[in-house]
């Protein structure tokens, strides 16, 4: 079965590039698309932007000028680069895998997530 | 632009029946997922579309939908029940699809 597994630094200084990358493996990334989604510290969900099988990305409007997620079919892997990070973006990173039909989408699997800090 | 809005937390008796809303203008267009998250993991799909449960989900988890309001039932909640749970649907554009709701906080008694 297909398995994400995040993977980036723990540890980002104000202003500075986030950058993520989540491993695909069980399956390719040529098909579905591939999203982040992220939650801060003891509050909710909150859904980032995905890159789709054929390059295409769409993101949240709230991120969308300091965010890129792009993928690399050669390693069956996607990334996230958030830039001018602040402490507001501490949170633990989830890659999930969406799937969608007519009228409705699911993010399943999940990867294990990984926790980012903010701070200087 | 909308939102989802979820009741912050809902308890249940061991062995009943509870139901857990979850309500936004887009659910009149768009069925909602639901997600189980238990403290220190990942969230876990439960229930998509109509009324469907990934491989893996006990069939006393099941899904609807009326007007605006989506909701996921547990029938005989179990102890191992007790998360918080997040519903997701698109926004009223239909082209954002990460509008999750705030969580609700299942307790079972």
């Known amino acids: 079965q297909v398995q994400l597994q995040e993977s980036g630094p723990g540890l980002v200084k104000p202003s500075e590039t986030l950058s993520l990358t989540c491993n695909v493996s069980?399956?390719?990334?040529?098909?579905?698309?591939w999203n982040w989604i992220r939650q801060p510290p003891g509050k909710g969900l909150e859904w980032i932007g995905y890159?789709?099988?054929?390059?295409?990305?769409n993101y949240n409007p709230s991120l969308k000028s300091r965010l890129t997620i792009y993928m690399d079919l050669s390693k069956n892997q996607f990334s996230l680069k958030l830039s001018s990070v602040t402490a507001a973006d501490t949170a633990v990173y989830y890659c999930?895998?969406?799937?969608?039909?007519?009228?409705?989408?699911?993010?399943?699997?999940w990867g294990q997530g990984t926790l980012v800090i903010v701070s200087s | 632009s909308s939102e989802l809005t979820q009741d912050p937390t809902v308890s249940v008796a061991l062995g009943q029946t509870v139901k857990i809303t979850c309500q936004g203008d887009?659910?009149?267009?768009?069925?909602a997922s639901w997600y189980q998250q238990k403290p220190g993991q990942a969230p876990v799909l439960v229930i998509y579309?109509?009324?469907n449960r990934p491989s893996g989900i006990p069939d006393r988890f099941s899904g609807s939908s009326s007007g605006n309001t989506a909701s996921l039932t547990i029938t005989g909640a179990q102890a191992e029940d007790e998360a918080d749970y997040y519903c997701?649907?698109?926004?009223?554009?239909?082209?954002?699809?990460?509008?999750f709701g705030g969580g609700t906080k299942l307790t079972v008694l």
């Open positions: 999930a895998r969406m799937g969608a039909l007519a009228g409705t989408h699911w993010f399943d699997p």
């Open positions: 069980g399956g390719s990334i040529s098909s579905y698309y």
């Open positions: 890159v789709s099988y054929s390059g295409n990305t």
């Open positions: 887009s659910l009149r267009n768009y069925y």
């Open positions: 579309g109509k009324n």
């Open positions: 997701n649907s698109r926004d009223t554009s239909g082209y954002h699809l990460g509008l």
